[in-house]
Nanobody, 118 residues
């Protein structure tokens, strides 16, 4: 079991920025490195959707809706991933979840709320 703990959510005005962080505190580094890590989000009444993923080697994938605005990064030695979000829009409002994926197994964090509103 990979425990994931997110932080960094909050209320921000349109056009603002936030940085989300996710750590796997009880996972050894090699175990962390064997997972593709990612961020997903779920808006009220909506489905959970992919935001971005990153491999242990740094390969990234983004949803079209966030390309050019969000950047995912990873620090394997600290067992952390980050999501730098800029030019935030009201439609980015959602609960953001950290994900660890390997083979057919997914682990999820508890989620952190991001609200973009004036």
């Amino acid at each position: 079991q990979v425990q994931l703990v997110e932080s960094g959510g909050g209320l921000v005005q349109p056009g603002g920025s936030l940085r989300l962080s996710c750590v796997a505190p009880r996972t050894i580094t090699s175990e962390f490195n064997s997972h593709v890590m990612g961020w997903y989000r779920q808006a009220p009444g909506g489905q959970r959707e992919l935001v971005a993923t990153i491999t242990s080697g740094g390969g990234t994938n983004y949803a079209d809706s966030v390309k050019g605005r969000f950047t995912i990064s990873r620090d394997n030695s600290r067992k952390r991933i980050y999501l730098q979000m800029t030019s935030l829009k009201p439609e980015d409002t959602a609960v953001y979840y950290c994900n660890a994926h390997r083979a057919s197994t997914d682990h999820w964090g508890q989620g952190t709320q991001v609200t973009v509103s004036s």
